[in-house]
């Protein structure tokens, strides 16, 4: 056995000596103060223990070690090298000890004011600690294997005035701007430990923020046994003031700083102040930063609560790019609409760029961007506090000096952007039919179009002409989406004025029972191909018996009036609305245009579970809108100048509500068009053996697409590329999705963790959400994340954790409806409403405590939801 001095190493020795001892010897090559110390390195240790000691017993193995002999010649050296000190420290030093991914910290036994004589029963206590149960059990845990090889150093005791831990960043916050240093008077083992309160300081450039601690006890040698260390009471003059002065936590800070520099990350640094001289004991970079974002760097907030209807689960980089783009055209033209200047729009480009964030698959609104937008409005100036009041914005934006306006040009601009809006408000209903005229005129065109002979240049050509013609115009969706929003806003509000705490969902219940929302017409579309089927026997049993593929390919060769009947309902059906299905924005979904078998498989559902015109109950729905407006009646008697402006508001707010989701569907149908434009272009790359499956091309970003094209594109194999972003999305697919809202910190995808940006409720049994359809259900609930080939709910209480306009196909069979997600102008909520489904939106962790088969009672009128528990439960 061997040991070795400090004197004696250097970083080339190549003894495994552990990463304790390593970072000591890194420090004190560095120039650091270090008290003198030496090492036993770990093979020394290793070869003192019996051949196949792995497998031997914990007990038989630690009493080997115990009377095992540490050689004379070990002793003596330690004796000459340590010859001026009384007392030695005898520490552990295991292998990956100390390391960047794993510390170890506090595992390993550790010994303080040993006497020299002793040194060798200390070092067997140090030995033996690397095979104890809780280095097992902390070993398995983080994946370093079980018992770890370990060196064991023997180092000079300084008797610590002061001593403490210092930070290069601050742990609590990862504020990578801040240095912590905590200090406790005599030795370190207490602040170390936990066992002392520890003055702390938190040091900002030249500010230091300082949290004095009651230090009323203090660790220091054991003189009664002449070994160890004890608990000894400080003197109550110095108990409430600060164990280091000003210049002595600028001193450690200046320790930190230096060995950030040195070693490239912020360090954990264990110190101690003996008369004048700064000591480092220890020091080691901090861990777990993959995992702590930096607060210093630029904040963002990320939310997802009303665009995941749209776009729900993980979404491929084609649909990102394409989405991406299309909200910065739309929210620039809807900011030029509100009088924005092109200058000021040229200037603020990268904004409207960021509206949209993908985080681990899923887009995400950038709320930071969109309240920078905000700020972009004229008149921010003289309401930029109010705006953050009603945004509920608690970090103020301002706008740099030189791009604000005075105020008298703000009340100027704010009153021309009031005169703008009141022209484009009565003009709206123009304008959306201008729109939808040229919608269905430009999808038309395509639709004749046989894109089966394009090249892929000219399927880019054609996306692109798209593009210019109908994506740029969408300033119709954009401004009704305005409008609804404030006058359901407006609805909201007066009605609470009249009605006060009595009828809380009244406003909700005022717009039941619009005929004209086109969302709920694939339902009864549905309904009355499924009646028609249960009408005859054999296509009745057709359906009951057949896979959907076979069943299609029979209705291509129909052989009677009936079949030919039914032919001409789908074909119909999927000219009108084949893009409508479950992910419909979503470039890679397969739509029933493109794959009329689901579409079979859609109505075998129905037909298995018995379903037809009859099964809708629009009673439900006129009668909430008739007992909504006879509460109205009642509550605005003999006042007629409000009477009129509710009916006025009211049926403004139902033509906006309604044009708002019939737009939505406009959408749809344009999206198909760019969806069937890069089936082909894929088709096309996969025929020149560019990628090796159509699809591949969904991982790509829409601009790599046409950058391959033209010759622009930074990466010629493209199947590398596909094969990685592959893997990285289906790794996406199978981890939990980030929550609703979160804030990030610096680089986004780098030291953050997408954790919520507020505490959660902890939530068992009760639940409370947003009540969009009144009634009260008691049923059973089925989870369903995906719609796609569900079976028939047949009564259950429908729980998913958000909708597209897919899912209502679903709702027929349904009680009632519970969602994760959403707001009272989402798609579940209005469809809903036009069903009169008892329907409960924005419950938060409802996936979490909810699952198959649980009872619950739901109050679509108050939100909430009650558990039944032992409800025969499957």
């Known amino acids: 056995m061997k040991f070795l001095s400090s004197l004696s190493l250097s970083s080339q020795s190549g003894y495994p000596i552990g990463g304790k001892a390593a970072q000591l010897q ?36 630690l009493g080997y070690i115990e009377h095992a002999d540490i050689p004379e010649t070990v002793l003596a050296a330690i004796g000459s090298y340590f010859q001026e000190s009384i007392f030695l420290a005898v520490r552990s030093s295991a292998i990956g000890e100390d390391g960047e991914n794993h510390s170890f910290a506090g595992q390993f036994e550790s010994y303080l004011y040993v006497p020299k004589e002793e040194v060798d029963v200390y070092i067997k206590k140090v030995w033996a600690s690397a095979f104890s149960d809780r280095v097992r ?137 003996v008369d004048d001289t700064l000591y480092v004991l220890q020091a080691r970079p901090v861990t777990g930063l ?50 924005v200047s092109k200058k000021v729009l040229d200037r603020h480009g990268h904004v409207f760029a960021n509206t949209l964030g993908l985080i681990k698959g899923r887009i995400y609104y950038n709320l930071k961007t969109w309240y920078h937008m905000l700020s972009l409005l004229p008149g921010y100036r003289i309401n930029a506090r109010y705006m953050e009041k009603m945004m509920g914005v608690k970090a103020r934006f301002d706008l740099p000096e030189s791009e604000r306006q005075s105020k008298w040009s703000a009340w100027g601009a704010i009153f021309g952007m009031a005169c703008k809006m009141v022209w484009r408000f009565l003009t709206l209903p123009l304008v959306r039919r201008r729109f939808v005229r040229l919608l269905d005129r430009t999808i038309s065109e395509y639709k004749r179009l046989d894109l089966q002979d ?78 028609s089927i249960a009408q005859t026997r054999e296509i009745r049993d057709l359906f009951l018996r057949e896979e959907p593929r076979a069943i299609w390919n029979q209705l291509q060769r129909p052989n009677e009036s009936a079949l030919r009947e039914l032919k001409g309902q789908m074909d119909s059906f999927l000219d009108d609305f084949g893009e409508r299905c479950v992910g419909e924005l979503k470039l890679e979904t397969v ?103 159509e699809t591949d091309v969904f991982y790509l970003t829409m601009d790599e697409l046409f950058a391959y094209i033209e010759g622009r594109s930074v990466t010629e194999d493209m199947k590398f590329l596909i094969a990685l972003r592959t893997a990285e999305f289906k790794a996406f697919k199978q981890s939990a999705p980030p929550p609703e809202r979160f804030a990030t910190y610096g680089v986004v995808h780098r030291e953050n963790t997408f954790t919520p940006a507020v505490d959660q409720p902890l939530l068992s049994g009760d639940l409370q959400g947003v009540g969009c359809c009144p009634g ?74 909810l699952q198959t088969g649980d009872w619950v009672e739901m109050d679509g009128s108050t939100g909430q939801v009650k558990r039944i528990e032992g409800h025969g439960n499957n």
């Open 776 to 849: 009260r259900v008691k049923a059973r609930v089925r989870v369903i994340l995906d719609p796609e080939g569900a079976e028939p709910l047949d009564g259950d209480i429908l729980v998913t954790r958000s909708t597209d306009p897919g899912w209502t196909t679903l709702f027929p069979a349904a009680s009632g409806i519970l969602v994760e997600r959403g707001s009272l102008l989402s798609h579940s909520a209005i469809v809903s409403r036009e069903m009169g489904k008892p329907c409960i939106v924005g419950i938060t962790g409802l996936l979490n405590v």
């Open 454 to 531: 394009k090249d892929a240049h000219r399927l880019m050509r054609l996306y692109l002409d798209f593009e210019r013609r109908l994506l740029n115009e969408w300033k119709a969706p954009l401004l009704n989406d305005f409008f609804a929003m404030i006058a359901f806003g407006t609805l909201e509000k007066q009605v609470k004025k009249w009605t006060g705490d009595t009828y809380p969902n009244l406003h909700n219940d005022l717009l039941c029972g619009s005929a004209d929302i086109i969302s709920t017409q694939p339902i009864h579309r549905c309904l009355a191909i499924a009646g």
């Open 137 to 273: 059990s902390y070993s398995e845990h983080r994946g370093t294997g079980g018992a770890q090889p370990i060196a064991v150093i023997i180092q000079a005791m300084v008797p610590a005035e002061v001593s403490g831990v210092a930070f290069g960043i601050n742990p609590l916050s990862g504020n990578r701007q801040e240095q912590v240093v905590n200090a406790v008077y005599g030795l370190g083992e207490g602040v170390v430990s936990g066992t002392l309160d520890a003055d702390q300081f938190i040091i900002r450039g030249a500010e230091i923020e300082k949290r004095i601690a009651e230090k009323t006890h203090r660790f220091s040698i054991d003189w009664q046994t002449g070994r160890g260390t004890r608990l000894e009471t400080v003197d109550r003059e110095l108990q409430r003031i600060p164990a280091l002065t000003d210049e002595q936590v600028r001193a450690v800070c200046e320790l930190l700083k230096k060995g950030e520099r040195l070693y490239g990350v912020p360090l954990d640094m264990e110190f101690a102040w």
């Open 290 to 339: 993959e995992a702590m974002p930096d607060t210093s760097g630029e904040y963002t907030l990320w939310d997802n609560s009303n665009i995941i209807e749209s776009y729900p689960g993980v979404t491929t980089p084609l649909t990102f790019s394409f989405v991406s783009k299309s909200y910065a055209g739309a929210y620039r033209l809807f900011c030029a609409y509100l009088g």
């Open 26 to 61: 890194k420090l004190g090559e560095m120039g650091f103060e270090v008290p003198k110390w030496g090492v036993i390195p770990a093979t020394e240790l290793i070869n003192r223990l019996p051949f196949g000691y792995e497998e031997l017993p914990p007990t038989e193995l």
């Open 591 to 693: 739509s029933y245009t493109q794959d009329p078998a689901r579409f079979i498989r859609l109505i075998q559902s129905y037909v298995k579970g018995g379903m037809t015109a009859t099964s809708l109950n629009r009673d439900v729905e006129e009668r909430l809108r008739k007992d909504a407006e006879n509460v109205m009646t009642g509550k605005l008697k003999g006042k007629p100048m409000h009477r009129w402006f509710f009916n006025r508001l009211l049926k403004t707010t139902r033509r906006l509500v309604s044009a708002r989701e019939n737009l939505r569907y406009e959408r749809t149908r344009a999206f198909g068009v760019v969806r069937q434009l890069m089936v082909q272009l894929g088709k096309r790359f996969q025929e020149a053996g560019i990628v090796d499956r």
